[in-house]
């Protein structure tokens, strides 16, 4: 069974500009998170998709999107970059979420605002 | 307060003993718990998952949860380099809600 696939896996792009991730989940997983990691915040939750609708939100920016596709799918998009949003951003799928179902994270997107 | 608190790291044990990291969590509503390992420059994966009170083992892992004290534990036995990583604590509510510790980095040494 294939993991969770997040592209691409590097991206540099200057402030003021956008950008869109994208992250195929595990086959049958319905359940999408995405997460901001860097050295000094840790682990931090941007928001859940599950059947194409948000269920959960983290404390980010409006500037901080996302959306789920029919096929769970999922994409992220970051507008008006600021340098702090340079991270490694981390997709996790799961069968669902608050059922005691693990999450299966991706290779992460390494973003570097310049 | 972080609603999931890990134990300062960094932790060094010597080949061969054991590790132990700790997780207490505030949110009262947090039903499952779970470890992820995390190599350095790789994305986080799980080997643990905890439900109900009490431990739970899987070869050379014991998770242990004590939801009346707020306290999730792990044991590493016969601890090895390759368990060298940093180590992430996250408790899901049922209703989805996912909030990870800043994790404990740990160094097995040869």
């Known amino acids: 069974k294939a993991g969770v696939t997040q592209t691409p896996r590097y991206l540099i792009k200057t402030r003021g500009q956008q950008v869109t991730l994208s992250c195929s989940p595990i086959?049958?997983?319905?359940?999408v998170s995405w997460y901001q990691q860097t050295p000094g915040q840790g682990l931090q939750f941007l928001f859940e998709?599950?059947?194409?609708?948000?269920?959960n939100k983290g404390n980010f920016p409006g500037r901080f999107s996302g959306r789920q596709f029919s096929n769970s799918r999922s994409e992220m998009n970051v507008s008006t970059l600021e340098l702090g949003d340079s991270a490694l951003y981390l997709c996790?799928?799961?069968?669902?979420?608050?059922?005691?179902?693990?999450?299966?994270f991706g290779d992460g997107t390494r973003l570097s605002i310049l | 307060q972080k609603e999931v608190e890990q134990n300062s790291g960094p932790l060094s044990v010597p080949e061969g003993a054991i590790a132990s990291l700790n997780c207490t969590y505030s949110?009262?509503?947090?039903?499952?718990f779970f470890w992820y390992r995390q190599y350095s420059g790789k994305s986080p994966e799980l080997i643990m998952s905890?439900?109900?009170?009490g431990d739970k083992e899987d070869g050379r892992f014991t998770a242990q949860l004590n939801k009346a004290s707020q306290y999730v534990s792990l044991l590493i036995r016969d601890s090895q380099p390759s368990d060298s990583a940093t180590y992430l604590c996250?408790?899901?509510?049922?209703?989805?809600?996912?909030?990870f510790g800043d994790g404990t980095t740990l160094t097995v040494k040869p």
């Open positions: 996790a799928s799961s069968a669902d979420r608050g059922m005691g179902q693990p999450q299966h």
């Open positions: 086959s049958g997983h319905r359940s």
């Open positions: 998709y599950f059947s194409e609708t948000q269920r």
């Open positions: 949110d009262r509503g947090s039903q499952s």
């Open positions: 905890i439900y109900s009170n």
């Open positions: 996250a408790g899901d509510t049922n209703a989805g809600k996912s909030t």
